[in-house]
Each structure stands twice: as structure tokens, then as C-alpha cells.
């Protein structure tokens, strides 16, 4: 029921499949789309967890797992390929808006039926929307595993959307986007996105806005819901003590005589229907507001997320402001006290990516602050990293990845993700070697051509709008 | 480096060990006192999770270890029993301002090579400050654990509190309470704490104020350390793979020459020099802000951590409030859509506890937030719960309980805090057990007693200070 955080680790390899055919998300929905019988493989079998399969349905909705026969739970979740960057303007929180509804109740459930269904057996169950997908997930003890499918498939295929629970459902988003503007160090975030990408879907608020979701009508929801949440364009993924055959089995059945169940697979809206991305030249946008900290973002426009750099990158970002031991932090937290909280981080879209830095101090020191990120990053520009810091950098990728496994919602959003977003599962033992063979020049190469683009600033805190304009 | 967020699930048991005898943290590190070896047993195996090892060094230092041989990780942490609630007045912040110190630098480290060391195999190192304890952790692959035990070890017990350090992390720690008071929804939490415990330390911020933290001196800090941090009021805890005689070789050779290498036991102050707890009378408090939403709290004093009813409390909470499927989630958010944030929670210290409702909402539906909760708690206590509703609180215990436990990070607090808050590790199944034995009648006598009691309010929002006093 939230808006995702901003990641992460860069998982997945450039539409190249394991028998060295180019695919993406649709593309191996489509391939399979025509026969009448699902179709399935073993993907991996990784050292440290367990066996990957696939199975595309006739629809093309694919289903993938993952064994893990070690754990007691499973989680499980439904990822649609379909986020705020789909919407036209008018439809501004549209995909987030479902997302709310589909909690709302079907044919077969009341609300309170899908929540406590779950809830009495003690498993737990959310859902989230990102500007390129979503998703409805549950976590189950492994014997919950039929009723968390059952569940699951009957909210996201067969919603009915009453109007009634449109509108109530308006009213609690609407807290939600006030909850988000009394969250200064959040909302920077949104400023920040609006700066590169101003008025591209991108720039725009994930929930949307009081003026988009205050006129939205059901008509408009349920015309998205239709178009957009087709079997080609999902991805079901479930990683814990399971097995393949049954889960298939049991989404199927779950599936049967909703409008998910159709066959063969429907052509589907293509995510290339969506405007190329302009971005804006670099800007500085303040929002006043009477808070005690000022919260900044300095940034640039950064790379896509199949650009070959993105190991390079999470290297990079690592050593400057992605832990304790970076520069930023020990410059402006450790050496100077000038803030709790300074780090720097990386987006990465399908056709874009954003690098920045964010900061939150006090207002009086933010001119201190910035001057010192500047200057770290202007150094690093020019002088590059050092060997020991690349090095450490390459640790810090390859432990968070390695430690970041070790749950089944992890295991199961790697599935999809990889599924989703670059059409393939990279096995983790190439994903660390892809980490391995970054070389220090290829950090460096990349930091004097990034870290020296224009910056834009954004700005929550007690300013005018024209404070940071010289 | 965070004050820790609010909790939980009840765990342990009354200070009954298996072999019938009384004792509590202190009591079992004082019975090993005056030996001048290591006195090691194993615990319990549990069907969910590895062996537990426990050892009391000659110093009363505990270690606790849980042996996963299915993870790749560790996590090992240093938990102390010390917290806010130990502090006098002119203290208050010591505590948290010391666990920042411990990060800054030992005889033989910088702050960079405490967090560089870790993060340069990938690992994770954190620490927070509560009320009754405070906790450093890192989390590690299997391998690096030696490296994880020496650089905390050396971090916790032998820091140098540089003068010039404590200057510049003062500055940090005030922007961490600016960055604490920009976020109005954690902020009414220390306000409903305040107005239950008025000037008593449970009622203070765990992180001080400006007007504290400003004037503390080095030498104010270092007393806190030394008089606090001793042998006996420590546990280290440690899952994931690992073996425990190695666990506590490392342990003792890390802090062999360090102020924590004392032998035998030196006698500790003790949690009940604190001053006792003093509940005021139910009071209204308003803390007028320009924010988007108010945000209030609605609470009493609840039942402490040891007490029996704390198995029934649980399933009172998540029917009332604890999940989407219960009273109030359905009631003000699913039915009339009057809030996104809307929960229950009980709180629990060594003599007292905590019981309230939050919700975030329109500043204009307040009132109407607050009948709603007010007559939905006066139903529950006159009507009590249904047998259904209890069955599905007893399944979110013990399903949250289980699930909780497949991350090495969740297996080792569970040790830390079964040693340190109850002097004992209660067996999964034990525990699970407990929640099962609770009755209808259990949880409707303490609803009846509980939810009538008279509620203090506390409130953040754009209101005048007498707005709430009718």
C-alpha cells in the first residue's frame, strides 16, 4: 500500500539469454504466446539457494520459483509490469490508485475476507507501486502457500472496484499524500525527480497528486486496470519451501474464469508507448517550508539500468556516499558533524538513471555542505579512486548482494525483477564476477564523465525560493 | 546509530529458568562470578533454528551463540543493559550520545577503519539506543565473522573518546534531533510517552534534547562508560554459521587488556536504582505545528514485560489494531477511508508498559478519529472479542513469531533479549505454545480492565494548545 524506496544493487544482464537469443519481459511472453501448453524450464541452480524454474502459461503470464526447501516460509507475489510512468497526465496515480482498490474485494471476498484470510494464519501480506511496476506480495508459513495463491490471484485478476470503495479508497490516498508532505526528507526526493525530468510521467509523484486523484473517476481506473494488467505483463514469483509444479498448478487454478484467464496470449501496451525521456537542463528548485533541517539533493541524470557501467557505478556510488566509510560520510558526518544523514545513491529506469547525493543539516550549514560535495565530487572527477577504495567498493556490491539473499522476499522479488526488468535471472555466482572484474580504470572512466555533468538542486527547508538562484 | 523503533512480539518467560531456579540478568551473571573459568551449556534446540550455546566468562560477561549451518551469514552483536532510562537529568542523551562515541576510534582504530574493515568485506554494522538497552551489530558472511568480533569488540570496549570527537558528534547527534523533530508522526510518540510518565526517565527522549546534549562534557560521558559498561551487564550475541567455542575464543581474545577483561565479576549498578515508575493522571497535549495531517495517540499505561496477561495483550492488540483484518484498520480505514496510517501497539519496560492507538488524518476529522476509536475500544471492553477474532489473533502471534525468525539478525536479538530482558531463552515451541493457552475469557478480562482505563492524548498538528482540552 506504499510507494517504494529508492535501491539498489544492480541485478540482471542486458536481454541476452543463456542460449545467447536477445529477449526482454514481453519478448519471452510473446515467444511463448500461440501454444496451448505452458511451457517449462529449469533456470539455475545456484550454490546458495535453490532451484530457479520457469513456466510460461498459454495467456503468457509467467510463473517463476524458486526451491528453497532449507526455509519454513514462503513469500509470494504478483508483479505487474505497469508503474506511474504509463500514465498520461490526467491520469496521474492511476496505477497506484488500483493498486489501493485491488485490496477492496472481489466476486468471491470482502475486503476484511482478504486481509483476514491470511491474517489468521499469521502470515502477512502489502503491496507496492513504483514508477515502472507493481506489485502484491504475501509472506506464509510453507503450508499457507494454497491459501496465499488463492488469495492473492482472486484480489489482483478479479477486483470489482465498487464505487462506493473508489471513493473511500480516494479519501485514504489523499492522507497518504499528506502523510508524504509532512515528510520533508522524502519529499526532496520528488523535487529532485521533477528538476531532471520536469514534466516527463518520471518527474511526476508516484500517488499522484490532490489535483489528479480528487476528479479521478472509476471509469478511468477500470479502463487502466483492463488495458494494462494482462497475462503478458505478469510475472507471478514465489521463493521458499515450494514446489514448481504445484505452485503452476495452483495459479492456474486460482486464474480460471477471471479476465486473467484468457489464451492465447493477448498483444499487450508496450512500455515503448510511453514518452522518450527529455531531460531538463540542470536546475535548482527550493520548496519553503518552516522546517528545522534542510534537506538537499544534488544530482545529475545517471545511467539506464541494462547500461554495462551499472557494476561500475554501484562501485562508485559505494566509495563516495554508500556507507559509513565513504567519503561523503566521513567528510561531512565524521570530520565535520555537519549532518546525521549524507549519502549518495543511484536510480536506474529503463531508459534512464538519476545519481545523486542527499544531505539533511542545518539551514545555516547547507551552504558548507554543498560546497563540500561539490568539491568531493569535482576531486573525484579528476583524480579517481584508489585502488584500495575500488576494491573495497567491490566488497561492499558483493557482500550486500550475498547478504541480501538470505530471505525468501528477496529471493522471490530477484526473480521477478530479473524477469520483469531485463528478461532474465543472472545465476548470483556471474553476477559476483561481473562485480569482480570491474577495473578501477572503468570506475574512473565513468566518475570524470558523470560526476562532471551540470547539477540540479533541490531543496525542502526554511528558504525563499530564490536563496540558492546565485 | 537510531533510537529503535517501537516493538513487539512478547517474548521469554518469567524469571524461571529450566532447572527451577530464580534468576534474572544480573542474578545469572553474578552465579558465575568468582569462578575464574568460562562455564558453557547448551540451551535448547529448537526444531526452527540451530543449537543454542550459552557461556558466562570469569568476568560475568555473557555470550550466546545459535549455530544455522543452512545460513551464509552471521550477525553478531554486543548488547549492553543500559538505556535512557538509567540517565539523570542533567544525563539525558548519555547514553546515545556514547553509543555514537563507540564508533569514533579505539587505541587501534580510526572511525574510518572500524566502518572500512567491515564494509570492505561486504559486511553491515549499525548500533541503536532504547530506553532499557543499547545494541552494536554487524552482520557478516560466515567467513568474516573473526573480523566482525574483533573490530566490535575493540569499538565497545576500548574507545578512546577523543575531546575534539566528542565536539563533532554532538553536531551530528543535534541534527539527528532536528531530523527527528521534521517527521511529526514519530515525534507524537514521545509526546504520548511524556504524557504518561511525566519527568521520569521513560517519559524522556531517548536521544536527550538541544538544551541536554548541548552542555554535556567528555568527562560526563566517560563516567556513564565506565560506571555502565561492565562485564556483567553485557551479552554478546551471535547466529548464523558459526561454532560457539570459536565464537567465545575471539570474544575473549578481542577484548583480552581492554577495561571489559576484568576478573572475576565486578558488582554492577542495577536497573532498580532507577528511580520507580510514577504513571500521571491521564492528560491531554497538543503540540501545535503546520502540518499536513494531525497526528495523534490515544493510550494508557499497559502491563510490564514480565507480567502473565503479555500473551494475551498480544492477541488483544493484533485484533484491535495490529493488522489490515482488525477492528480499527477496517473500521476508520476500510470503511470510511479517514486515515492511511492507523494502528495499535503495546509497548513494554521491566516495571510498566504501554497501550495505544495512532492514526494520522485530516486536521478537520480528528474528532471524528478519535469517537470512532474511543467507542471502538469501549466496545471491546464491554463486549470483549469474539472466539474467531481470538483464534485469528492467536495465528498473527504465532505466525509473526515464526516468520520473524528466519533471518540471522532476528535470531540473534532473540537470544540478547531473552538473556538480557528475562534472564532466559524460551523454545519456539514453548513460546507458541503460550500463545495457544490463551482464552477467550484471558483476553476479554483484560480488554475489559485495560481499554477502560482513563486515556492520555497526545497530538501534533495544526491546533491551538487548548484545542483538545473539552
Known sequence: MSRAPRSSFPAGRRGVSPSGAARNATGAARSAGGSSRAVTRTLSDDPLGGTVRRTVLPSGLRVLTEAIPAMRSVSFGIWV??????????????????????????????????????????????????????????????????????????????SVLEPADVETERGVILEEIAMHDDEPGDEVHDLFARAVYGDHPLGRLISGTEETVTPMTRRQIQGFYRRRYTPPQIVVAAAGNLDHAA??????????????????????????????????????????????????????????????????????????????????????????????????YASQYADSGLFAVYAGCAPGKVDEVLQLTRAELARVAAEGLTEEEVARGKGMSKGSFVLGLEDTGSRMSRLAKGELLYGDLVPVDELLARVDAVTVDEVNTLAAELLARPMSLAVVGPFKPTDFSA
Do not use: W
Open 81 to 158: 509490469a505497469v508503474g506511474s510512468r504509463d500514465e498520461t497526465g490526467p491520469q496521474a496515480g492511476a496505477a497506484h490508485f488500483l493498486e489501493h482498490l485491488l485490496f477492496k474485494g472481489t466476486k468471491k471476498r470482502s475486503a476484511l475476507d482478504i486481509s483476514s484470510e491470511i491474517e489468521a494464519v499469521g502470515g502477512e501480506t502489502n503491496a507496492f507501486t513504483t514508477k515502472e511496476y507493481t506489485c502484491y506480495y504475501a509472506r506464509v508459513l510453507d503450508e499457507d502457500l494454497p491459501l496465499a495463491i488463492d488469495v492473492m490471484c482472486d484480489a489482483v485478476a478479479d
Open 247 to 344: 505452485v503452476v498448478r495452483l495459479v492456474r487454478q486460482a486464474l480460471g474464469g477471471t479476465p486473467l484467464d484468457t489464451d492465447p496470449a493477448a498483444p499487450a501496451p508496450h512500455r515503448s508507448a510511453t514518452p522518450a525521456v527529455r531531460v531538463q537542463p540542470a536546475a535548482t528548485v527550493v520548496e519553503p517550508k518552516e522546517t528545522e533541517q534542510a534537506h538537499v539533493i544534488l544530482g545529475c541524470p545517471g545511467i539506464d539500468r541494462t547500461d554495462e557501467r551499472r557494476f561500475a557505478l554501484g562501485v562508485l556510488n559505494n566509495v563516495l556516499g554508500g556507507g559509513m566509510s565513504s567519503r561523503l560520510f566521513q567528510e561531512i558526518r565524521e570530520r565535520r558533524g555537519l549532518a546525521y544523514s549524507v549519502y549518495s
